[in-house]
């Protein structure tokens, strides 16, 4: 009788290619996330929409590696002429068919697609290295939300709390005692059951003052610039701590405490008066925010244009204020002449790594700073 045998020669790491294809494509969108972060933060869709738009990142289209060939260049070696010397010009910017300098070109350009992003995806990237900087325990913590943690298990207990691999184990052992080693024949005595404990956690605390430059030389461009750090500031700290309280403070010739939306929403007009924002400031850590209990964070945001005979002011409570706190983070929006302010040059007098300064020319300077003002890393202050 004739047998017959049937040999199967499929490839099975065909069956990964989706899989593999899928990976690749994840990688790249999150590339592209990575390498446009500092201009998707500064997106109008999220800002204003309060971060409930999903956001479109351009991708280049994906294709498998493949040695491509100029057919103009006729033979397709590796290796030159031979009738080269030292200085002999090979080539120049531009000689290349579409390239740059050859007017418009005649090649064909890279193709890509938009793919949609979540602000989850966004900030799982952004805040994967910030950190509230320098950052002590204090001598009065504050108690955190309690934890339930399982320790222990015991014969009585609830249904939903049985553990069934131990009540296995423990029908297992009974039977073997019987001589018949096996799984089956439950009876009360078998089962098994988790106990929780509650824990309780204490947790240093935190306090963030958000100062912000309402003044009339505040415009439009200046104001969404404060309000793109400021809301990406407060969604960091409300995703990776809990015992963080934020004072939103916004002034012009004087300043006040306002709510979260009227920080966010509001405009004001006015003379500009920078001394007022930190002598509220100092007052709440004097009567609210002791520095023995809190981690203290001051961020003021403004374009320098200050008065004049207020800085002074503004040096002397800054003094007062640093022994007090963290970290006091300065963003100064420069103008489009790119001048420095007058307020910038007085803190420049300052030299305490507690006061971390930088100068913001563009929208995607804001990563920049929320980079510089949330790194554990040391660093130098950036004038």
Known sequence: MQTDFIVSREDWSLHRKGYLD??????????AIRKNLPHIITEENIILAGGSK????PIRSLEEYRFRFNLNQGRHVGQGSGHTGKGTVIAREGDHRGGRGTGAGDQPGMDYYEAEVTLEEIEELLFRDLELPNWQEK????????????????????????????????????????GHPRIGGFKPEDLRFKTWEERIRQESSAVILAMMDTSGSMGTYEKYIARTFFFWMVRFLRTKYEQVEIVFIAHHTQAREVTEEEFFSKGESGGTRCSSAYRLAL?????????????????HFSDGDNLPSDNEACLELLQKML????????????????????????????????LVTISIKEKSDVYYALKQFFSHRERKRAL
């Open 283 to 299: 007052e709440l850590i004097e009567q609210r925010y002791p520095p023995q209990d809190y981690n203290i964070y001051p961020f």
């Open 139 to 178: 001598k009065k913590p504050r108690q955190a939300a309690p934890a339930y943690e399982f320790r222990d298990v015991r014969r009585s207990g609830i249904m939903g709390n049985l553990d069934k691999k131990r009540t296995l184990l423990e029908n297992l052992k009974r039977n073997a005692r019987l």
């Open 323 to 354: 022994p007090l706190v963290n970290q006091f983070g300065y963003g100064e929006i420069v103008n489009p002449y790119y001048r420095t302010s007058t307020l910038m040059n007085v803190f420049k007098k300052i030299q305490d790594p507690r």
């Open 22 to 31: 899928q990976q690749r494509h994840q990688e790249k969108v999150e590339e």
């Open 54 to 57: 999903i956001v479109k990142v």
